[in-house]
């Protein structure tokens, strides 16, 4: 079964506005990362968060993490018509083994 | 050259058939990984192995089986393919180095399987 739930399922938004998606889990998690997956293609990470994180950048990208809601949020700012995919999270529970377990994914349409 | 190898990228095949998909890697990465996503289903965990000697079952592994034949390579085979394992399938591998860790992972560029 799915640890994380992406919300929404799926976002439309106009080039050069902000994206944002959330994902929430429901274990303790030992990190949380992001990835993005072009139509039909392999998964590319992002971007991971530690759990004693509760903010990162990197770039155009903004990941937030509340350990106590068990939620995650990612925004895309100034998007463009090339973020268009569709956006997993991930979580690892930490231990010897660091299984990921994927949500269901959101996907993003950037209308230009 | 892409690190993460997978063939073939598509194949359609008949029930009962048995059917092999292949990953390679030039990664150099001791861990990988296959995967199978369903439309709306995200993806879930069929087989992993952090190691050539080390084989572990993944959330969905009945009607599967991993041959881990070298560091670099990683098969998935369906013994005998029913329709309901049509799906894309996505091999990924992940290693601890200078700049990656085991929590980053590299997917292939997956293989579209249809089983009729």
């Known amino acids: 079964s799915q640890q994380g739930e992406e919300d929404p399922q799926a976002l439309s938004i106009q080039e050069g506005e902000n994206a944002t998606m959330n994902c929430s889990y429901k274990?303790?998690?030992?990190?949380l990362q992001w990835y993005r997956q072009n139509s039909g293609r392999g998964l590319v990470h992002l971007i991971l968060i530690r759990s004693n994180e509760r903010e990162k950048h990197s770039g155009r990208l903004r990941v937030t993490l509340d350990t106590s809601k068990k939620s995650s949020s990612l925004l895309i700012t100034a998007s463009r018509a090339a973020d268009t995919a569709s956006y997993f999270c991930?979580?690892?529970?930490?231990?010897?083994?660091?299984?990921?377990?994927f949500g269901k994914g959101t996907l993003l349409t950037v209308n230009p | 050259d892409a690190d993460v190898t997978q063939t073939p990228r598509n194949r359609i095949t008949k029930t009962g058939k048995r059917i092999m998909l292949e990953c390679s890697q030039t990664?150099?990465?001791?861990?990988m990984y296959w995967y199978r996503q369903d439309p709306g289903l995200g993806l879930r965990l069929i087989y992993y192995s952090f190691d050539v000697k080390d084989i572990n079952k993944g959330e969905i592994s009945d009607g599967y089986s991993v041959s881990r034949q070298a560091q670099a390579k990683f098969s998935l085979s369906l013994e005998s393919a029913i329709p309901n394992q049509t799906a894309l399938y996505f091999c990924?591998?992940?290693?601890?180095?200078?700049?990656?860790?085991?929590?980053?992972?590299?997917f292939g560029p997956g293989t579209r399987l249809t089983v009729l």
């Open positions: 991930a979580t690892d529970s930490g231990g010897s083994n660091y299984k990921l377990t």
């Open positions: 274990t303790s998690i030992n990190n």
């Open positions: 990664k150099g990465h001791d861990r």
């Open positions: 990924a591998t992940s290693g601890s180095g200078r700049h990656t860790s085991y929590n980053e992972q590299f």
